[in-house]
């Protein structure tokens, strides 16, 4: 069976948390802006903006953490801070990386731009100056074009489920009873009868095939555990083989 590659997973993630962020933001109701910055930030006001916007969404708390661990780090003042800090921020900048540059592409620009400054091995505080930093906010996460990049999101993540379900087959498992028990949701040709189906059952192999069906065998593998053969069944309905 195809698995997702990592990208598919990243966009479908990303999807879910974008669209999840969004209904969060309605139910909030409209901020108050504070207006533009009309001075550059410092480490210290630039890691506390990336890591409030990170952790008031419950689905990014795990960034957040590291980006409190390194003002945490910073805040110690000594080499062992300083490089405890540069390894929370290169963490943190691969995971929004691996997201795809779908979600927090500035702030990751603002993170590397402090690591650039590790690199040149200033003395790095909280109090050091970025230049040209105003904010740290990606431009998608305002409300409106967060939205507009959700819908697209969405989709992609939805075509990457539907093309995923198409390799596996057309079947649909649902488990039941704290997974004690398991249905198995077939689509058959409209004049499909019963005659025409064939089910074998064993212990940990099933094999279904359906005359008529695009795909014959529909089922024929092993099974991730044993099955109660003679607890199991199978019925026609409307279309569906159960």
């Known amino acids: 069976m195809d698995a997702f590659s990592y990208e598919q997973a990243c966009k479908a993630t990303a999807a879910l948390r974008i669209e999840h962020d969004i209904e969060a933001k309605a ?3 409209p901020k108050v802006d504070p207006g533009p910055r009309t001075s550059d930030m410092t480490v210290g006001e630039a890691l506390q903006e990336i890591k409030d916007n990170m952790m008031s969404e419950k689905f990014w708390v ?5 980006v409190f661990e390194t003002r945490q780090a910073l805040e110690q003042n000594s080499e062992e801070g300083r490089k405890k800090a540069e390894a929370c921020l290169k963490e943190v900048s691969d995971q929004i990386k691996d997201l795809q540059s779908m979600y927090f592409a500035n702030e990751r620009n603002v993170i590397e731009q402090i690591r650039s400054l590790f690199e040149r091995e200033e003395a790095v505080t909280l109090g050091t100056c970025l230049a040209g930093v105003r ?3 990606s431009e998608g996460q305002e409300t409106g074009k967060q939205e507009h990049r959700a819908k697209g999101l969405q989709q992609a993540g939805s075509e990457v489920i539907h093309q ?3 390799k596996q087959g057309p079947w649909t498992f649902h488990e039941v009873n704290n997974k004690s028990e398991v249905t198995v949701e077939i689509e058959v040709p409209p004049s499909t009868q019963k005659a025409d189906i064939t089910v074998k059952m064993q212990p940990t192999r099933l094999l279904i095939d359906v005359k008529g069906h ?3 065998p529909v ?3 092993n099974l991730c555990g044993e099955i109660d053969v003679e607890g199991s069944s199978w019925t026609l309905e409307e279309h ?3």
């Open 62 to 66: 795990d960034l957040g953490q590291g």
């Open 27 to 29: 139910r909030e109701g």
């Open 164 to 166: 995923q379900q198409k």
């Open 214 to 216: 695009e795909m014959r």
């Open 240 to 242: 569906l083989a159960l």
């Open 219 to 221: 089922i024929d593998g």
């Open 135 to 137: 904010t740290t906010r």
